[in-house]
Structure formats: C-alpha cells, structure tokens
T-cell receptor
Framework: DTEVTQTPKHLVMGMTNKKSLKCEQH?????MYWYKQKAKKPPELMFV???????INESVPSRFSPECPNSSLLNLHLHALQPEDSALYLC?????????????FGQGTRLTVV | GQNIDQPTEMTATEGAIVQINCTYQ??????LFWYQQHAGEAPTFLSY????GLEEKGRFSSFLSRSKGYSYLLLKELQMKDSASYLC?????????????FGTGTRLLVSP
C-alpha cells in the first residue's frame, strides 16, 4: 500500500462551521505533513508531524488545528474559516523527516468557504 | 531562506523533447526533488538527485549541477498525458531538512 488517503475529497463550509479533514497512510511513515495549495501556485507547508509530535507550525492561524492521533492518522480541524482559506489541502507523508526521503501526497481536499 | 526559480509555462508538441529548468539558492543542500502535478490532483514523485549528473528513468531524466545550483527535467517522446505542472523542490536546512520547499512550478502544455 503506497497510498495516502484523504477525506473528504470536496468540502463546502460556512464561516461559522466546524469541520475536520482526515488523512491516513499505512506505509509506516513517521513524518506527516499538511500543505495548502491555491490555484496555479505551488504547495505551501502548514504543519509537520514527526513521530506523532508537532515539529513545525508555519505560523498558521489558530483557526486551523492539526492533530495526530497515531502514526497512521493526521487530522486538520477547521473552525471559523474565512473565504480566503478556500484552497486544496494536501496531506503528505515520508519515511521520516530526513533529508533524502521523498514525500507521498494524498489526492487532497478541495475546500470552499462560503 | 530558499530561492527556487522555474519558467512559468512551456509548450511542446507530441513526440518532441522538452527540458524544464530549475535554479536554486539554499544555505544547505541535500538533494533536489522533481514532482509532476496534473490539474486538481496530488503531486507525484518523479526523481531525486543528490549527486551531480544525469539520472534516467524511462522517458524522464533529471540532471543536477550542485556548483551551479541548477537542475533540469528532460521529458522525451512527449505524450498528451504529460501536460501537467512540474515542480522542483529542496528541503530547507533551517528546519533540519524537514520542510520541503517547492519552486513556482512549470506548466507544460503538450499539443498534438
């Protein structure tokens, strides 16, 4: 199994809603990532989890709250988002956070905030 | 920080060869990645170069020159399905190489 699975694929939410994005991998990878990608732009890192601990937060607003319940799962909890938060949210994993390990990406969740 | 540059767009014809360039500046280097991303889909890993020279993988090859801070992705026998964005990326040494930083991406359009 070389897949990173994200759910849901599409999400429309209002600015007062609370929702969660989910990501799962069964490759035994110990580093997991959340990226945000706007149209025609490259992915931008939001968070890195290494061995289930948050190791990087790229100054992401607190309305985005990551969680790593175990080594296979990564969640992103969303609350009080703004329309400008609409984007493709990508989860990725790699064997560890080391230098030469490639990251495997999930298909992403297309989020629209209305 | 990292500075990674790629051309914004390129066009080529089916069956042709295209070279996508990437230049980078980083305080510490331990390899360069190439990813392919079709519109609305996930980036998929293509190649990793850490030593100078050319690495060939089927129709795709990737080249690295560390002294010049330069890499290219060479696509041969282009097919319509190769129309996609191509992203080069390096890991940020200021984060213990945890953070993968992408270039702006090159949108390749292959026409019949």
């Amino acid at each position: 199994d070389t897949e990173v699975t994200q759910t849901p694929k599409h999400l429309v939410m209002g600015m007062t809603n609370k929702k969660s994005l989910k990501c799962e991998q069964h490759m035994g990878h110990r580093a997991m990532y959340w990226y945000k990608q706007k149209a025609k732009k490259p992915p931008e890192l939001m968070f890195v989890y290494s061995y289930e601990k948050l190791s990087i937060n790229e100054s992401v607003p607190s309305r985005f709250s990551p969680e790593c319940p175990n080594s296979s799962l990564l969640n992103l909890h969303l609350h009080a988002l703004q329309p400008e938060d609409s984007a493709l949210y990508l989860c990725a994993s790699s064997q560890d956070q080391g230098r030469n390990t490639e990251a495997f990406f999930g298909q992403g969740t297309r989020l629209t905030v209305v | 920080g990292q500075n990674i540059d790629q051309p914004t767009e390129m066009t080529a014809t089916e069956g042709a060869i295209v070279q996508i360039n990437c230049t980078y500046q980083t305080s510490g280097f331990n390899g360069l990645f190439w990813y392919q991303q079709h519109a609305g889909e996930a980036p998929t890993f293509l190649s990793y170069n850490v030593l100078d020279g050319l690495e060939e993988k089927g129709r795709f090859s990737s080249f690295l020159s560390r002294s010049k801070g330069y890499s290219y992705l060479l696509l041969k026998e282009l097919q319509m399905k190769d129309s996609a964005s191509y992203l080069c990326a390096v890991r940020d040494p200021n984060t213990g190489f945890q953070k993968l930083v992408f270039g702006t991406g090159t949108r390749l359009l292959v026409s019949p």
